[in-house]
Each structure stands twice: as C-alpha cells, then as structure tokens.
DNA sequence: TGGCTGACTTTGTCTGACAAACTATGCCTC
DNA sequence: GAGGCATAGTTTGTCAGACAAAGTCAGCCA
C-alpha cells in the first residue's frame, strides 16, 4: 500500500558523524531558548568536554556552522551566533552557478517572477528611511558612472535596500543569496551594462514610483529593467558560445593563467589533482 | 563625491583564514575546470601538502564545504564533489527560522509569489515522467490518510517534482529549501492540515491542471491552497499566541541563567540532541 | 569458480602543543 | 590623580602525530 511513502523514508543507515551531531546539539540549544541571536558559545575546550568530544571534532562542527554564517568566531573574544540573511547561502548558489548546475539565464526566469512582486511590495511598505537609503545607491550610481567596480557596488547595494523595503526576510534572504552569488560572478554581469547612464535610468525610475506608492508602475518598471538586462546576457552569451567554438581548440593546454595565490599556500601546485 | 561608494568597498581588513583559502582555492580549480561533479578530490594528506597547510586545517575548510553540500565524504573511499541543490542551503533557512529571524507567515508570502509562477511553467513544460512521478506522490498521499509522517512525506515529494517540473534549476534549488525547512520544522505545518482528505483533493485538483497543460488554471488552484493554509496558519499561530501569554510569565527567567546556562549541558549524552 | 582473509587506502577522531589576537588589570610615569 | 604601557590571562587558529573505522582489492585456498 504505501511502498511509496516506505522509499520515501528510508533512510541511509550511516552513522551519524560527530560533526552532524555538533550542529544538532546546538540547534537544540537555540530552540530551549538557551542560546539567541548575539550569544557567546561557551570557550571550544568547555564546549568540547559538555559535548562529550574532543576539540578538533567539535571545531569541525563549528567551521561548518561558520560556513553557512550561522556563526561567528572572534580570535581572542569567543563565538557568537549570528544574524545572518543569505550570507552562507550565497555562497552555495554561486557553487550551483560554478558548477554549471544552474544557468544564468534561469536565475533570470527567477527573478522575473521575483521582483515585479517584490517592487509592488516595496511600493506598498518602504519606510522613509529605505527611500533614504535606495536615494544614497542611486547617487552613489550617478557619481560613479567612470568607475564600474564603485557603480556596481552601489547597483547591489540599491538592490539589497530594494529587497529591503518588502519587509518579508524571507524575500530578502532569497534576493541577498541571487544577488550575492550574481556579484561574485561579476565577469558576467558587468559587460552587461552597456551603458552605466541608461541602467542608472531605469534604476531611478524604478525608486520613484516606489517612492510614489505606485505598486503597478515600480513592478512595470522592474520587470522592464529585467526584460531588458536578459537581452543583454543573451547577446553576451551567443557572443561568448562563439568566441568558445572559435578559439576553444586553440587553448586547450591546462589552465596557465597565473593566478595570485595568498601567501600561505605558496607550494600549491595541483596539477596532479 | 564617491563616499558612499568608499563605504560600500571598504572591506574588513581581517586576515583570510585558512579555511577561506581552502574553499577558493578548491573553487579556483572547479573553476579552471579540472574539477567538475563527481570528481574525487586528492586525499587529505596529499591535498594537505598541496595546499601547504596540515590536515586538521584542511579538514576544517572541507567539513565547511560538506555542510553547503558541495562535497561528499565516503570514509575509506574518496571525497567527491557533489551535485546538490539546496541541500546545504535548506539548513539555512531552518536556522533562520530557528532564530525567528524568518516568520512563517512570511515564507507564505514568497509561496504566494513563486508557486503560482511555478505552476504556471509547470504546465507549459513538465515532461511525461515529471507527470508519472507527481501521480505516484498523489498516489501515495491518497493511500496514507491515517499516517501523518508517512502523508507528509510523500506531499515533500509531490512538492520537489512539482519544483522540478519547472524546469529551471535556480527555481528548483530556492523551492527544495523552502521546503525542506518547512519540513523539518513539522510542529508548525503538521496540524495545518486539519483534513488531510481536503488537503489531497486540492492537490489532485492542481496536479491534474498541469496535466492538461492549462497555466492560467494550475496558476489559480495553487494560489487557492496556498490561501487556504495560510487561513489554517494564521489560526494556528493566534492559538499558540494565546497559549503563550498564558503561559508565559510562570517560566519567564532567562536572563537569570545568562552565562552560566550551559553548564547544566555537562556530559551531555549527543545521541539525544 | 567462489568465498574468505589479509594488506592497503582513506576518512574519522583524539591528544597535546604552540601561535595569534584580543581583554583586562596593574604598574609606572608625568 | 590620570593616562599610557607592559604583562598576564583568555580564546580562537594552526600544527603534528597517532590510532580507529570503513571500504577496496588482490591473492590464496577449498
């Protein structure tokens, strides 16, 4: 009768590894209530001896939590849980995005479904300060039309006031972890932007009818930057495909690019991997 | 002029931890492609001697990557780079709403955003084993009206398929996190579902929409239920809302146990976190 | 041929130690 | 008495070496 739900179920049998059961331990320290946003976890060597492991597996546990910016260790001080929307999650999409498994121009798809809706939300609830803030991003914008990296860190920081102002962290989790994990990958977002002058256009227009509690028209208008952002990436894309099939063969020898390596890991040298 | 700009580039001039090094450099080599899904990573001992730092280090930065799911270890065996959507990021989300950073009724918002959008591009391009596949989950459900765990399981399935239906990678990947965090946080969607009869039909009904591949239709049915439990939801948390201010005060001493708190989490067993 | 044993590989965990970064206290100088 | 500086103490960061556990695989024996 129920086979299916059966193979839905079961689970792998592995043992749980030390490390899962880290991250479990304390989880169920956040939901008693023992522990909240802005809490110091007792010192490692402490912690190690409650949890009943030693330091280097407890550790282990910790640096995943890191990872996912739950947590925040400082040297000297203690570690602390963090309020963190997307900060780790980014970086699990840009890895999607790395490894070819999610494709730019779905994350387009995505964030015109998004946005619009976002926009008319924005519209409805952005508080004086959030216009105050989008204002500061689109001046910063317009100052820095000569100075691409300084442009688009205000164009993020424009974006993430903009997810902001919807007033739903949820929304603003998901938009953090595109925009993030879009910024890394800026080889690709920045030719985009052909023209600083007109993107700073319709970023102002957008702001405005946000401004203006004019729901339809901010999501018209988003939705319009978006449409027409997508044309661009594809143009960019079919450019790239055929620069690819042209010189593809040419270079193929491993990668050669010289790449500065911080210092610590001076022997690296990979090649066998 | 720039300031704001200045603002935004200004970075914290902390040191990179090894662990940062680690998880570039093994991006670097996904990256120049000589690491690809599947993929096995050298061991830890030779990766150690690679990247020029000691095995617990490394293990540190790699426990890292585990935990965003973007790599696999099978003991005696190999590390292996994973093919993984959101199944790291999902442990985010239900972190978030383990710190009520997120509200439920605010995930329910995004649904309402990206489900009827979803369903929408369902229909247009479900393949004929996406279908088969949702069946069988509806199957399941119907035959499991008196097994909660097991009815909510196959509901998480029908919920994934419908996801991949879309065809879109990024939709996939953020829809497996809202779910799965949803999923493991089962006190709060459990007794949403008051009848689980109703809840099937309303599923049935969208399921058979795609079907027939009316988008405007399977757009509605989704934005129906989605409403529907939202209504059940909102009772739920008013219920829970009044409890709690009955309850509240007699156990209304947390500041007391402030530093001192996990003390009482000596030799604490692991297995029962 | 088939199954079992043993060596080998690889990850999991533990112990102990020292370095680096930050805090806080107390001393010394002005 | 006030302020700067040095020192001790706390806490995280990194390293080294060792053994256990788990899985693979070749080779031996019935």
Request: net charge positive.
């Amino acid at each position: 009768m129920s086979a299916f739900a059966e193979r839905l179920t079961t689970q792998s049998a592995r043992s749980e590894t030390v490390m899962e059961a880290v991250a479990r331990r304390i989880e169920s320290l956040i939901r008693s209530g023992e522990l909240r946003v802005g809490s110091r976890l007792p010192p490692e060597p402490q912690l190690a001896v409650m949890l009943g492991v030693s330091r280097s597996s407890l550790r282990e546990g910790l640096k995943g939590l890191m990872f996912l910016g739950l947590i925040k260790a400082r040297p000297g001080h203690g570690t602390y849980i963090q309020s963190s929307l997307g900060r780790g999650a980014s970086r699990h999409f840009k890895w999607m995005l790395l490894l070819r498994e999610v494709k730019y121009l779905e994350i387009y798809e995505l964030r015109k479904i998004l946005e619009p809706a976002v926009a008319a939300l924005a519209a409805r609830r952005a508080s004086p300060e959030d216009l105050e803030k989008m204002e500061a991003a689109i001046l910063g914008m317009k100052s820095n039309f000569a100075r691409p990296e300084q442009y688009m860190a205000c164009e993020l920081a424009f974006h993430e006031e903009f997810g902001r102002a919807a007033k739903n962290a949820a929304i603003e989790m998901m938009l953090r972890m595109m925009y993030a994990a879009l910024a890394e990958g800026r080889r690709r977002t920045l030719p985009l932007i052909a023209d600083f002058e007109s993107n700073w256009r319709r970023h102002q227009r957008i702001l405005r009818l946000i401004a203006r509690r004019d729901a339809a028209g901010a999501r018209r208008a988003v939705l319009d930057d978006l449409r027409y952002a997508e044309t661009l990436l594809r143009k960019d894309l079919k450019a790239q495909e055929n620069f690819r099939s042209k010189v593809g063969e040419i270079q193929l020898e491993p990668s050669k690019t010289k790449r500065k390596a911080p210092a610590k890991l001076q022997r690296a040298d990979l090649k066998q991997g």
